[in-house]
């Protein structure tokens, strides 16, 4: 199974809750699993027994995809050709007529939020106005980056700020793009003290982790296992649930293209329910899914 995400309804909100779910069987594939096939749970210190009320097999879905961008010095020689596999990437997403929205996140020695939550053609015109200039020695603070990515640390760099929220619903995609190792928490930039990294590796696979996102590494194909101070995107994409690794210097951003337009929009189970707890604490809450597929 795959919980692809979970969250107020769009149209009524909290207490009423959708979970977004995929059961990779062979009845599970056609849709023919129904609510007495699926059990919730939710724990947040007790356990929170949910009764389910509908269960729909449904096309589509939507998508926020946040793309983290180094434009460093460094990547000179590659960042044109990156700049437009994202911009085609983008293309072939509207054009399948998928719902997404789209934020960039850049980084050199900081952490920058270039572009919030938008459409198409506007992250298109922040992603081309990137330029590869600075950043210091190797490395840099590609980890701060991916936490302003996924909505758990705010910018330190340009207007600062903080990423939105990302939609109710909606399958989360990152693609962390860097031709170079990241500062692991503590570590900074040789040059003085800046660029000094607020996060950890293990931090940033949780974050990702957490928040159901599909991960996508798009960096050079080393493990800097000889420097522990350095942080390898292959290590994090090895370490996170839903991950692809993609060599920076062979970049085909078709796997990612393939991905969303198949399967994370495809057919999916919707499991509706108004959560038993339904006191707006703050508080994180863990929501178990148990499928019980009877010919499998």
Not at 224 to 252: E, Q
């Amino acid at each position: 199974t795959n919980l692809l995400s979970v969250g107020p309804d769009p149209d009524t909100g909290f207490p009423d809750i959708d979970a977004r779910i995929r059961v990779d069987t062979d009845t599970g594939t056609a849709g023919d699993l129904g609510a007495d096939d699926f059990a919730i749970n939710e724990t947040d210190g007790d356990n929170c027994g949910q009764s389910i009320e509908n269960v729909a097999f449904e096309s589509g879905g939507a998508v926020d995809i946040v793309v983290v961008f180094d434009d460093t010095g460094s990547m000179a020689g590659e960042i044109g050709t990156l700049q437009d596999e994202v911009t085609t990437l983008t293309d072939d997403i509207e054009d399948a007529g998928i719902d997404a929205r789209y934020a960039l996140v850049s980084f050199d020695d900081f952490a920058e939020l270039d572009q919030d939550f938008t459409d198409a053609s506007t992250f298109q015109t922040a992603v081309n106005g990137l330029s590869a200039d600075g950043g210091g020695s190797f490395p840099e603070d590609n980890l701060d980056a991916v936490a302003v990515g996924t909505g758990n640390a705010a910018a330190q760099d340009g207007e600062g700020g903080s990423l939105s929220s990302f939609r109710s619903g909606a399958q989360r995609v990152l693609i962390d793009i860097t031709d170079a190792a990241g500062h692991d928490e503590g570590s900074h930039d040789s040059v003085g003290d800046s660029g000094t990294t607020r996060y950890s590796r293990t931090d940033i696979e949780n974050q990702l982790n957490d928040g159901n996102f599909s991960y996508y590494a798009v960096a050079e194909d080393d493990d800097y296992s000889g420097n522990h101070d350095y942080v390898s995107k292959r290590t994090i994409a090895n370490n996170v649930d839903d991950r692809t690794f993609i060599d920076i210097f062979d970049s085909n951003f078709s796997t990612i293209l393939d991905d969303i337009t198949g399967f994370i929009t495809d057919e999916a189970y919707v499991i509706s329910y108004t959560t038993s707890c339904a006191i707006e604490d703050g508080t994180d809450r863990t929501v178990d899914v148990q499928v019980d597929d009877p010919d499998q």
